[in-house]
């Protein structure tokens, strides 16, 4: 059984304790302990202790406790689940300007890109036998022979003829004439000769558009002249104010 002794000690204590949570925390705890009956009574110091009673203190809060040994480490914990994608950053500077490459090798010599040669020739009311144009520019040719001189124009450098394109429009009926590169030397032209060099045969459609090509090369040396020559017609009065136009190339 508890004596009536202890019974008071705790008592005490426990009113101690109500004490110290409603006042400041003083560093040590005073008390009178009855000598007879053991009764205890709390004081603030025990200096008001009475006869017949012992003075007693003890510290509120007891001494720091030597540093335990450290625990053992834990088991690594399982990874934890991947957070959200974070946001785009913002776009960065841009980069200074690299330095020039070194340079390249010279390229390949290209091909020549020769000479193209035009002319659009409107034939007159009356067509005769043979018409000599000039091979570039727009001309209305009144005289059907070659030794006229101003139809002739000099080839700027020795090169191949090809290419030769004949379109004709108005001409009516279905007859035909031949469209040929008039070739000739000075003294070809002086003696009123010339040789041909590409041709191609036009054959009329009723007054529709008609065009004939020729594409075998043929050398022509420096020192030549070219014209345009139309010839072989069978039925002129069908090419009457007709329109001519003549192309080639001499690479």
């Known amino acids: 059984m508890v004596s009536l002794k202890t019974l008071g000690i705790l008592t005490l204590l426990l009113a101690a304790s109500a004490a110290a949570s409603a006042a400041p925390v003083a560093s040590n705890i005073s008390a009178c302990v009855n000598s007879s009956t053991g009764a205890v009574r709390i004081v603030p ?14 510290a509120v809060v007891g001494p720091v406790g030597a540093t335990g040994p450290a625990g053992a480490t834990g088991a690594t914990g399982a990874n934890g689940a991947q957070g959200p994608a974070g946001a785009t950053g913002a776009t960065g500077s841009t ?11 010279a390229g390949t010599t290209g091909s020549s890109a020769g000479q193209l040669w035009s002319a659009n020739i409107l034939l007159p009311a009356t067509v005769p036998s043979e018409i000599a ?6 001309s209305t ?17 020795a090169c191949s003829l ?26 070809e032209m002086a003696g009123g000769g010339a040789g041909e060099g590409e041709n191609c045969e036009i054959v009329a459609n009723a007054g529709n558009p008609v065009t004939c090509t020729a594409a075998t090369p043929i050398p022509i040396p420096a020192g030549y002249y070219f014209s345009i020559f139309l010839f072989n017609f069978t039925n002129p009065s069908d090419f009457a104010n007709a329109r001519v136009t003549v192309s080639f190339t001499c690479q």
């Open 133 to 138: 144009a000039p091979p570039i520019g727009t």
């Open 45 to 58: 110091s025990v200096v008001q202790c009475v006869a017949g009673e012992t003075g007693t203190s003890w």
């Open 162 to 187: 090809s290419n030769l394109s004949v379109a004709v429009a108005g001409a009516q009926g279905t007859s035909r004439f031949t469209a040929a590169v008039g070739l000739s030397t000075l003294t």
């Open 95 to 105: 980069g200074a300007t690299g330095p020039a490459g070194p340079q390249g090798p």
């Open 141 to 157: 040719p009144d005289s059907g022979t070659q030794n006229n001189l101003s139809v002739f124009l000099p080839v700027p450098q």
